[in-house]
C-alpha cells in the first residue's frame, strides 16, 4: 500500500474493521477581495470579499443543519483562510488552529497582474520558467505540496480521531492532495481542477486508512455571483481566473 505522511491513500477493497471513523474536511476559502488581479499566492492581506465571507457564512449553516460534529477547526495562516474558517468555529465554539503546512503554493508569477491578461504567459521572457511542467518548474513541487498536506491532514487525523475536522487550505494543495489521495498523477490540467470557491474535499478514514473522498459544494449557488475565481470544474459550471492559474 504507498503511504505517504502517516496515512495510507485511498482503500477501498479493505474490510472496515473496528477502528476509529474520523473525517477531514478540507475547505477552499471563499472569493478573495483583488481588484487588481494579480496572482497573489502567499502576499500578507488579501481577505474576502462580501461574497467571500457569504460563503464561509453558508458552509458553517450547512455543516450544523446537516448535523455535522466538527470537533476541530485548523486553517492557513493566510488571511482569506483565517476568515473562511471563522463562521465555523463560532458556530461550533471552538478555536481556529493555524497551520502553516496548509498554506498557498508558492509561485515564480506571484504579484503579476497575470489575470488581467493571461496571454502574458506565453511571452518569450517567461518561456525559461516552463522547461518542467511536471515538477512544475515555476512553482511549488508537487511532491512538495503533498508531503506538507499529508503530514497536516496525519496530524489533525491522530488528534481529532473519532471526529470531524474542518481545515481550509487553498485550490493547488487540496487539488495535488485530493490527485495522491485517488492516485491519479499529481501534474494535470488546472482548468479540470474540482475544487470551486468555498467547496469542501472530504476524507473519510476508517483508523489510518482513507476510505472514500467526497466533493461538495455548499454555497455552489454563490458561484455564480463570484468574479475571483480559478479554471476548473464545479457543480455550478463556473471556470473563470484567479491566482492558481500559472501551476
Not at 164 to 188: D, G, K, Y
Not at 217 to 239: K, N, R, W, Y
Amino acid at each position: 500500500m504507498p503511504r505517504y505522511g502517516a496515512f495510507s491513500v485511498l482503500d477501498t477493497d479493505s474490510q472496515k474493521g473496528d477502528a476509529l471513523q474520523t473525517t477531514i474536511h478540507v475547505m477552499r476559502h471563499g472569493e478573495v477581495d483583488n481588484p487588481d488581479a494579480i496572482l497573489y499566492g502567499r502576499q500578507p492581506g488579501f481577505g474576502l470579499t462580501p461574497l467571500g465571507k457569504r460563503m464561509a457564512q453558508r458552509v458553517a449553516d450547512v455543516l450544523v443543519e446537516s448535523d455535522h460534529q466538527i470537533t476541530g477547526v485548523v486553517a492557513s495562516p493566510l488571511l482569506r483562510a483565517q476568515q473562511t474558517a471563522a463562521p465555523t468555529a463560532r458556530a461550533y465554539n471552538l478555536p481556529i488552529e493555524s497551520d502553516k503546512r496548509l498554506i498557498e503554493a508558492w509561485n515564480s508569477f506571484e504579484g503579476v497582474a497575470v489575470n488581467k491578461n493571461r496571454a502574458m504567459l506565453a511571452h518569450p521572457k517567461y518561456w525559461k520558467r516552463y522547461y518542467n511542467p511536471f515538477k512544475p518548474s515555476w512553482a511549488e513541487p508537487y511532491t512538495d505540496l503533498v508531503s506538507r498536506m499529508t503530514a497536516a491532514v496525519s496530524d489533525a487525523l491522530h488528534k481529532y480521531e473519532g471526529g470531524e475536522v474542518l481545515m481550509v487550505s487553498h485550490q493547488l494543495p487540496i487539488w495535488t492532495l485530493r490527485s495522491f489521495a485517488e492516485r491519479r498523477p499529481l501534474w494535470h490540467d488546472p482548468r479540470k481542477r474540482e475544487c470551486a470557491l468555498a467547496s469542501l474535499t472530504s476524507f473519510q478514514f476508517d483508523g489510518a486508512t482513507l476510505k472514500s473522498v467526497t466533493y461538495w459544494e455548499p454555497a455552489g449557488d454563490l458561484l455564480l455571483q463570484a468574479e475571483d475565481m480559478v479554471p476548473g470544474t464545479s457543480d455550478a459550471e463556473i471556470a473563470t481566473a484567479d491566482e492558481d492559474d500559472a501551476n
